[in-house]
C-alpha cells in the first residue's frame, strides 16, 4: 500500500504551482520577516536612545527611589519621551505576535494570496522591480 505523501513545511505555498514560484513566494516572505525586524531594530536604536536621554534626570530618581508612582509620574511629565517608547515597544510587540502566529498556526489563506500577487507583479515587472534581485534570482 501506498502510503499518502506528508505536506512539507513549504506547502501551503505550492498549491500545483511550479517550485520556482513556490521558492520565490518563500524568499518574499522572508524578506518581509527581516525587514520587519530591521524596522524595530531601527526604531530601537535611534528613538529609543533619545527617550531614555530625555528621561536621564528620572532615571537617576528611580535609582536611587524606585516607586511605581514614580515611574507613573516621571512617564506622564515626559510625554515625548513616553510616545517614542511606547511607539519602540508597540511595533515590537506587533511584529512578535505577528510571526509568532504565523509560526504556530500558519500563514492565513488572505495572506498566501497576497505573496502570490506580488510575487506575481514582481516577475511581471522583471528586473526593474526593487524587490527582483532578492526575490526572483
Request: with cysteine; glycine share 6%.
Amino acid at each position: 500500500m501506498d502510503e499518502p505523501e506528508q505536506p512539507s513545511l513549504n506547502s501551503w505555498y505550492t498549491d500545483g504551482c511550479d517550485p520556482s514560484f513556490a521558492k520565490q513566494v518563500q524568499k518574499l516572505h522572508q524578506l518581509q520577516v527581516y525587514s520587519r525586524w530591521l524596522f524595530v531594530s531601527f526604531l530601537w536604536l535611534t528613538i529609543a536612545p533619545v527617550c531614555v536621554w530625555d528621561l536621564r534626570s528620572e532615571i537617576a530618581l528611580w535609582r536611587q527611589y524606585f516607586t511605581w508612582v514614580a515611574v507613573r509620574y516621571g512617564l506622564y511629565y515626559h510625554t515625548l519621551a513616553t510616545l517614542g517608547l511606547s511607539f519602540c515597544l508597540g511595533t515590537t510587540l506587533a511584529v512578535l505576535v505577528w510571526q509568532s502566529r504565523n509560526i504556530l498556526f500558519g500563514l492565513p489563506q488572505q495572506e498566501k494570496q497576497r505573496l502570490e500577487q506580488q510575487v506575481g507583479r514582481i516577475r511581471q515587472q522583471g528586473p526593474s522591480h526593487p524587490l527582483w534581485r532578492w526575490v526572483c534570482s
